[in-house]
C-alpha cells in the first residue's frame, strides 16, 4: 500500500461497515457536512451550527498566519527561551503533541504543557523556571475554566514578586474567544498578545486554529505548510470517497486494497462497528506518533461519549497477542508504510477477525492532514451513531460537585471526609466493600464487570515516568487476567478529555480512583494579581476527585478508591503483582 493511504479489513464484521457506507453515500453524509447542515445530527442546530468552523479552520488560518509570525519573532528577539502553555483538555492537548512529535526547533522556544492541579506537578515546574526567560500561554475557549485560571494566578502571582506588576504581564499571551473573561484579564494586566480564535470551533476540534497553531509556531514548525497539508486533506474530504460506495458495492470495498483517504469512510465504519459491539477502538502508532494518542482519545472519547451509547479510545496499550483481545475491539494502525512491526501488527489482527483501519503517512508533517482527516471521522462517526459530536452534556456534573465541595472547605476550612471501607498498612480503600484486603478488593471489583465491560483507572497524582510505568503495568495486568479493555488518565486532565463518555455512554466502564498524600502544597491566589488565597491546589484537587466520584455514582458507574499514604508507586504496583499472582 503506498503512503497516504487507507485499508480498512473487516474481519467478521463487514456487513456493519458495507450498511454504514451505503448509509453514508444514501444520506449524502458528506455533501451536507460540507454545507454545515445540522440536521446532519439533530433536528435543532444548538451546540451544532456555532461548532462547525473547524472545516475551513485550515483555509482560514492562512490569513492569521502574519500576525502569529510576528509574535513568536518578537518573543524570540526579547530573549525568551522557554514557553509554558497553561490550558486543559482541546487547548492543552494539540500543543503537547506537537512538542513531543516535532520537538523545538533551534533559536526557537522550548515548550512546557501544565494540565494539573497536582501541587507536586505544579511546584517542580515553577522551581525551574528562570521567570525572566519565560512565557505563559494561557489558553481557554471559555475564558473561565477553573484549573487553567488557578494556574494563571499562581505564576502572575511569581511573576509579579519577581519583576515586578509592570513587567509580569508582558511575560503572557492568551488565547480565547472573542469576549470571554480571560480576554478581559489580558486587556487589565497588560498581556503581551491576546489572540482571538474563531468562537464556532469547539476545543476538542481546535488543533488548526490559534489554539494549536500559536504554540506550534513558538516551539518552530512550519505551521504554513502544516495548513497545507491540512487544507488539501480538506479538499479531498470535501470531495467524497467518490465512486462505488453505494448500495451493493461497499461490501466488495472492505479488505486489504487501498481505499481513499477519507474521514467520512473512517467515521461511518466506527460508528456502524460500535452499534454492532465494537466500541472499544484501540490505537497503535509507528513510534514518532506516540503522542497523537492523547489527542485523539479527547476529540473520540468526548464526542461520541453521550446518550447512552460511545467509542471508547485505548491509547498507550502494550500489545497483547490478538487471541487475547475480546470481541469489543477495533483497531486502528497509524504510521509509515516501511513500519515493519505495525504491518505486522495489523496482519496479526485481521488474521484473528478483528477489524483492522490501516492509515500510512509519508511523514510527521502529515500531522496536519491526520487532524482534519480525525475530525471528519468522528463527526460521521457522530452521525452513524445519531448523537451530537460536539456538545459535552455531562461534563458539567463533575465541575458543580466540586463546586459545592470547594464552597464547603471555604465554610467549615476542611473537606467532607468518608469512611474508609479498608485500612491496610499505607492503603486506604473506599467504596462498596466486601473484601477484607485491597488486593482482595480490587479482584472483586474486577470480577464484577459484565459483557463488553472496561476499567479506567483515574490517577489523580503527580505525573511522573515511574507512575506512568506503574499505571501501565497495572492495566496490562487487568487486561491479561479479566481480558478487559483498559484506560488511564491523570486527573483533573481527564475530566476535560474523557470524562463525558464516562458518565454518557451505555455505562459498562468500572472506575478506579487513585489518590495519594501531598508532600507539598501550592496556594492559589483569590484574584488575579491578589494575595494568598484560602485554596490550595492540593484542596481543588481532592474536591475535583471526589466530585467526579459522586457524579460517576450518580449515573449508576460503580467506583473504588485506593488511598496511598505517600509514594502511591509501591502501592500500585503491589496491586498489578497480586493480580499477575506474582506478589
Not at 73 to 95: D, K, Q
Not at 188 to 200: A, E, H, I, M, S
Not at 233 to 242: T, V, Y
Request: proline share 6%; hydrophobic share 45%; with cysteine.
Amino acid at each position: 500500500m503506498s503512503a497516504r493511504n487507507l485499508a480498512i479489513q473487516a474481519g467478521r464484521d463487514g456487513a456493519a461497515i458495507a450498511a454504514a457506507w451505503e448509509a453514508l453515500d444514501r444520506e449524502r453524509v458528506v455533501a451536507r457536512l460540507w454545507r454545515k447542515d445540522h440536521t446532519l445530527w439533530k433536528p435543532a442546530p444548538t451546540e451544532i451550527a456555532n461548532r462547525l468552523g473547524w472545516l475551513t479552520s485550515p483555509r482560514d488560518m492562512m490569513a492569521e498566519l502574519p500576525e502569529i509570525h510576528a509574535c513568536v519573532n518578537e518573543i524570540r528577539t526579547a530573549g525568551y527561551t522557554r514557553a509554558v502553555l497553561l490550558g486543559m483538555g482541546g487547548s492543552s492537548l494539540a500543543p503537547e503533541v506537537f512538542r513531543k512529535t516535532f520537538g523545538v526547533r533551534e533559536g526557537y522556544l522550548d515548550l512546557a504543557v501544565l494540565d494539573s492541579t497536582d501541587p507536586g506537578a505544579v511546584l517542580a515546574l515553577a522551581e525551574g523556571l528562570d521567570p525572566v526567560q519565560t512565557l505563559f500561554i494561557v489558553a481557554t475557549k471559555s475564558g473561565g475554566t477553573v484549573e487553567t485560571f488557578s494556574l494563571m494566578k499562581f505564576f502572575h502571582r511569581r511573576l509579579v514578586d519577581a519583576l515586578g506588576p509592570s513587567e509580569a504581564g508582558r511575560h503572557f499571551i492568551a488565547i480565547t474567544d472573542p469576549g470571554s473573561a480571560l480576554a478581559g484579564i489580558a486587556a487589565r494586566f497588560g498581556f503581551r498578545r491576546t489572540f482571538l480564535n474563531n468562537p464556532d470551533i469547539g476545543g476538542r476540534y481546535s488543533a488548526l486554529s490559534c489554539f494549536g497553531l500559536a504554540p506550534a509556531a513558538l516551539i518552530g514548525v512550519d505551521v504554513r505548510r502544516f495548513l497545507e497539508r491540512a487544507a488539501a486533506q480538506a479538499d479531498a474530504e470535501r470531495e467524497g470517497p467518490g465512486e462505488g460506495f453505494g448500495a451493493g458495492t461497499a461490501a466488495a470495498r472492505v479488505g486489504d486494497a487501498p481505499l481513499p483517504l477519507n474521514g467520512a469512510l473512517i467515521g461511518a465504519a466506527l460508528g456502524g462497528l460500535a452499534a454492532a459491539g465494537r466500541d472499544k477502538l484501540t490505537f497503535f502508532f509507528s513510534p514518532p506518533l506516540d503522542a497523537f494518542g492523547d489527542w485523539l482519545e479527547q476529540l473520540i472519547a468526548e464526542s461520541t461519549g453521550k446518550e447512552g451509547k460511545g467509542i471508547l479510545p485505548i491509547v498507550g496499550e502494550t500489545p497483547a497477542d490478538p487471541a487475547a483481545y475480546g470481541t469489543d475491539r477495533v483497531f486502528a494502525l497509524l504510521g509509515f508504510p516501511d513500519d515493519p512491526v505495525l504491518r505486522q501488527q495489523a496482519a496479526d489482527l485481521a488474521a484473528a477477525g478483528h477489524p483492522v483501519i490501516r492509515v500510512d503517512m509519508d511523514e510527521a508533517d502529515d500531522l496536519g492532514a491526520q487532524c482534519l482527516l480525525w475530525e471528519v471521522a468522528t463527526a460521521v462517526a457522530g452521525w452513524r451513531l445519531g448523537i451530537n459530536p460536539f456538545d459535552q452534556p455531562d461534563v458539567e456534573s463533575a465541575k458543580g460537585l466540586a463546586r459545592e465541595r470547594l464552597a464547603a472547605f471555604r465554610e467549615r476550612g476542611r473537606l467532607p471526609e468518608e469512611a474508609a471501607g479498608i485500612e491496610a498498612g499505607s492503603v486506604r480503600v473506599y467504596g462498596d466493600l466486601q473484601a477484607k484486603t485491597p488486593g482482595a478488593a480490587l479482584a472483586a471489583f474486577l470480577d464484577a464487570a459484565g459483557p463488553g465491560g472496561y476499567v479506567v483507572l483515574q490517577a489523580y497524582v503527580r505525573p511522573t515516568p515511574e507512575m506512568d510505568r506503574v499505571l501501565l503495568a497495572l492495566r496490562t495486568a487487568i487486561r491479561d487476567r479479566h481480558r478487559l479493555a483498559v484506560a488511564s488518565g491523570y486527573g483533573p486532565r481527564f475530566l476535560h478529555s474523557t470524562g463525558q463518555l464516562h458518565k454518557g455512554d451505555a455505562g459498562r466502564g468500572r472506575f478506579i480512583q487513585i489518590t495519594a498524600d501531598d508532600p507539598r502544597d501550592a496556594v492559589i491566589p483569590d484574584e488575579m494579581g491578589g494575595p494568598e488565597g484560602a485554596v490550595t491546589f492540593g484542596t481543588l484537587k481532592r474536591a475535583q476527585a471526589a466530585g467526579d466520584g459522586e457524579a460517576l455514582r450518580k449515573a449508576g458507574r460503580p467506583v473504588i478508591r485506593f488511598h496511598f499514604i505517600g509514594d502511591a508507586t509501591p502501592g500500585l504496583a503491589g496491586l498489578a503483582a497480586g493480580l499477575r499472582g506474582t506478589a
